[in-house]
């Protein structure tokens, strides 16, 4: 692929790159960054100057597309110290980062060797401050069929980010400002900074409760912007091996993906990443501690939730993580969210196991297990869909949200064909999942096989609305144009075991209960099975990512 994308960049070269346009010379068979040779007047046979070059900002820019694509990106110009501590045991591209994925800071040891078009444009990726970003746009084709994107209807749901059945959607369009601290020195102390903005259709997924949530808590807009992260972090390079310190808008600390989309293997998600924790606002300090061992420790107010709304708790975290085999293979353990599990927003317990193992240079395999759970949690049973019941503190009803949507579920915690004098007023509510990525380089690492398994019991019904157990099964590719243009096609197939005669797929989240569509009512809460949502589901998806 490298070498067709190289033959394709030389044909167009003497076009794209003509005299008229930015005045280098139309024989050009290979492309270099802003040198003298390039930026100097071309000269006639007898030494006259012909033109002068147009260097203006969106030639440099064109140039440095150009030379990614033909195999010459760019090479940053900040004085970079040695990696310390074992070799990054992956290839980037086509994996997302070339280092086992740990939230909550950068990686310890590691040099900034990051460069980009636009920072190639500006100054040729000359300083430490840094300008990126990228567009992702998505389309999918699905069996699921009951989409109504304008009204926030996900019919792919649990899936994500291909939540809108049969459409083509800009899923995320996103802009980095960041400093990241040298940690590969160890002789000062150096900081850094985040912020992220993200547009587009998963911003549904990003979304803290009490930064602008409105947009999706009471809208339910299909499209809206989300500041995903701001934090400001230090570096210690006295403390064991290297600390950081986080303080800010982070990525919640666990899981082998991540909300943004050029850090995943693939386009869709698991149903585990869907439906756990995304964000937290909080401090984060991460130790090295040597070549095996790094422990994490913070506190926030909650998964998913912003310090000054009331469903926020003073929540603690902690992680732990072991890596062996000269990097090959590590360990994560987490307990993400320290509170009394009492039911609020997005108020998971959450304990994670991941393991990432490399097999070899072109193979590796990563799986994540979790169990996670809340307690007090309303009964479903009791909602107020129909106007048949008050809102009392003996027949609660979760959290509303604006249209009579319901984002922040109760459970189902007896079979609600039962009558009322059989319902809890709450419940214990746990859930349990197991993903499994197989992940195959080639191409020369322009390339990859993605292969995905999965299992997710939500036992009440709590985090996708349906008391379920979902198998999910997926198989794509990435194919890199460069480092600058993805291409992510994939096929999917779901099958959802739910209980009680209800659907849990092609319907609006929670719908198969909270609000009784896959079922008719045959007087009060007397259900009867109508069978108007899906037990299966397949998919074919697929997005473009282009990165500047």
């Given at each position: 692929m490298n070498r067709i994308i190289s033959k394709l960049c030389r044909s167009v070269a003497p076009l794209l790159l003509a005299p008229s346009l930015i005045a280098l010379p139309a024989s050009a068979a290979t492309f270099a960054f802003d040198t003298p040779a390039t930026t100097a007047a071309?000269?006639?046979?007898?030494?006259?100057?012909?033109?002068?070059?147009d260097n203006g900002f969106f030639h440099r820019l064109g140039r440095a597309y150009l030379a990614d694509w033909a195999g010459h990106g760019p090479?940053?110009?900040?004085?970079?110290?040695?990696?310390?501590?074992?070799?990054?045991?992956?290839?980037?591209?086509?994996?997302?980062?070339?280092?086992?994925?740990?939230?909550?800071?950068?990686?310890?040891?590691?040099?900034?060797?990051?460069?980009?078009?636009?920072?190639?444009?500006?100054?040729?990726?000359?300083?430490?401050?840094?300008?990126?970003?990228?567009?992702?746009?998505?389309?999918?084709?699905s069996t699921n069929n009951k989409s109504n994107a304008s009204k926030g209807i996900l019919s792919n749901f649990p899936s994500a980010y291909d939540v809108y059945a049969n459409t083509?959607?800009?899923?995320?369009?996103?802009?980095?400002?960041?400093?990241?601290?040298?940690?590969?020195?160890?002789?000062?102390?150096?900081?850094?900074?985040?912020?992220?903005?993200?547009?587009?259709?998963?911003?549904?997924?990003?979304?803290?409760?009490?930064?602008?949530?409105?947009?999706?808590?009471?809208?339910?807009?299909?499209?809206?912007?989300?500041?995903?992260?701001?934090?400001?972090?230090?570096?210690?390079?006295?403390?064991?091996?290297?600390?950081?310190?986080?303080?800010g808008r982070y990525v919640s600390l666990p899981d082998i993906e991540a909300q943004l989309?050029?850090?995943?293997?693939t386009y869709s998600h698991s149903i585990l990443y869907t439906v756990d924790c995304y964000t937290q606002v909080g401090v984060?300090?991460?130790?090295?501690?040597?070549?095996?061992?790094?422990?994490q420790g913070g506190v926030s107010p909650g998964c998913d939730t912003a310090p000054w709304t009331t469903d926020a708790k003073l929540t603690g975290n902690a992680c732990i993580t072991y890596t062996w085999?000269?990097?090959?293979?590590?360990l994560n353990s987490c307990d993400n969210s320290i509170n009394d599990g009492k039911y609020a927003y997005n108020n998971l317990t959450a304990f994670y196991e991941t393991w990432y193992h490399r097999i070899s240079p072109t193979w590796h395999t990563d799986t994540e297990a979790w169990y996670q759970y809340m307690k007090d949690v309303p009964n479903m049973y009791w909602y107020d869909s129909g106007g048949l019941y008050a809102n009392s503190a003996a027949t609660p009803y979760p959290e509303i949200t604006g249209g009579g949507v319901n984002l922040n579920f109760g459970a189902v915690c007896q079979d609600p064909r039962l009558p009322a004098a059989k319902q809890s007023t709450r419940c214990f509510a746990p859930e349990w999942a197991i993903t499994n990525y197989v992940e195959h380089s080639f191409w020369k690492n322009q390339a990859s096989l993605?292969?995905?398994?999965?299992?997710?019991?939500?036992?009440?019904?709590?985090?996708?609305?349906?008391?379920?157990?979902?198998?999910e099964h997926m198989v794509?590719?990435?194919?890199?144009?460069?480092?600058?243009?993805?291409?992510?096609?994939?096929?999917?197939?779901?099958?959802?075991?739910?209980?009680?005669?209800?659907?849990?797929?092609?319907?609006?989240?929670?719908?198969?209960?909270?609000?009784?569509?896959?079922?008719?009512?045959?007087?009060?809460?007397?259900?009867?099975?109508?069978?108007l949502g899906k037990t299966q589901a397949l998919t074919f998806a697929t997005d473009i990512i282009f990165h500047f």
């Open positions: 071309a000269l006639n046979a007898d030494g006259t100057p012909t033109s002068t070059p090479t940053t110009a900040v004085p970079q110290k040695d990696r310390r501590g074992t070799p990054g045991p992956l290839s980037s591209p086509p994996f997302p980062a070339s280092d086992w994925p740990i939230g909550g800071t950068v990686t310890i040891g590691v040099p900034d060797g990051q460069t980009y078009p636009l920072m190639q444009a500006i100054n040729q990726n000359k300083g430490v401050n840094k300008i990126y970003g990228f567009i992702e746009i998505g389309a999918n084709g083509v959607q800009l899923d995320q369009a996103v802009l980095y400002f960041e400093r990241l601290e040298n940690t590969a020195q160890t002789d000062h102390f150096d900081w850094g900074y985040r912020l992220t903005l993200l547009y587009g259709t998963d911003y549904r997924f990003t979304t803290s409760h009490g930064i602008l949530s409105q947009q999706l808590l009471l809208k339910n807009s299909q499209y809206g912007f989300d500041p995903v992260m701001f934090y400001l972090e230090g570096y210690f390079p006295k403390v064991a091996k290297g600390m950081t310190v986080r303080v989309a050029p850090n995943n293997y984060n300090a991460t130790v090295k501690l040597n070549d095996h061992w790094t422990v085999s000269n990097g090959g293979d590590a993605n292969i995905r398994n999965e299992v997710v019991d939500d036992i009440k019904g709590q985090r996708t609305g349906t008391p379920a157990y979902y198998e794509g590719f990435n194919f890199w144009a460069g480092s600058t243009i993805t291409f992510r096609p994939e096929v999917s197939y779901t099958h959802a075991f739910a209980k009680y005669g209800v659907t849990a797929l092609n319907i609006s989240p929670g719908a198969a209960i909270a609000n009784l569509e896959s079922v008719t009512l045959n007087g009060p809460k007397a259900i009867i099975p109508t069978g």
